[in-house]
């Protein structure tokens, strides 16, 4: 998903949360959740070619999501323990902590 299709997924109404995935060994990424019929669809944020952007600060995935409107999020960190033993996407959302930005 890129930025414009994360702009137009908040114009709807569709965002259920948007999550700052941070892991020891690597940069933050930011990663939406949202409704796609009757599903609930995870996405990472990408850049126009289709790679994954990536964040060094907090600051930086803010900047994503105040170009489209969100004032949202969640900062999840990830053990990297856990990270062998975790699927693609793991539950972060009992681990979060609330931003309002």
């Known amino acids: 998903m890129d930025t414009?299709?994360?702009?137009?997924?908040?114009?709807?109404?569709r965002i259920k949360t948007v999550n700052f995935i941070e892991s020891g060994c690597g940069?933050?990424?930011?990663?939406?959740e949202y409704s796609k019929g009757d599903e609930t669809?995870?996405?990472?944020?990408?850049?126009?070619?289709?790679n994954v952007i990536t964040c060094q600060q907090?600051?930086?995935g803010y900047d994503i999501?105040?170009?489209?409107?969100i004032h949202k999020?969640?900062?999840v960190q990830i053990n990297t323990d856990d990270e062998a033993s975790k699927s693609e996407f793991a539950d972060y959302h009992r681990e979060s902590v609330?931003?309002?930005?």
């Open 27 to 32: 940069p933050m990424v930011v990663e939406v």
């Open 65 to 69: 999501c105040l170009k489209v409107g």
């Open 58 to 60: 907090v600051k930086d």
């Open 98 to 101: 609330p931003l309002i930005f």
């Open 41 to 50: 669809v995870r996405e990472l944020i990408k850049d126009v070619d289709g």
């Open 4 to 13: 414009e299709q994360l702009e137009t997924l908040n114009q709807q109404q």
């Open 73 to 75: 999020a969640n900062l």
